[in-house]
């Protein structure tokens, strides 16, 4: 016969990871580590879009601006994204 009290230890070990998981997100969010994920997700070229000099460069391509995006290139301010439509 399985008694209750042995499940209790697993269920406490579990529940205590979950909470130490959240605790790490947390301190990652609080200390700005996170930061440098969301600098990379904004990132014109990992999105799959182009760096250009100016607007008008993007009418030249199939593409539409995307202004969110940033470059990494300081010369070229304007992401041109595919229009996936």
């Not at 016969?1 to 947390?26: D, E, T």
Request: with cysteine; net charge positive.
């Amino acid at each position: 016969m399985r008694k209750k009290a042995q499940s209790m230890p697993l269920n406490s070990i579990i529940i205590a990871i979950i909470v130490v998981v959240v605790l790490v997100i947390l301190i990652l969010v609080f200390t700005g580590r996170i930061g440098i994920f969301s600098k990379e997700a904004g990132n014109c070229e990992s999105q799959g879009g182009q760096c250009v000099a100016n607007v008008d460069t993007c009418a030249n391509l199939p593409g539409v601006v995307k202004t969110t995006a940033t470059c990494t290139d300081t010369t070229k301010s304007t992401c041109c994204m595919p229009d996936l439509t």
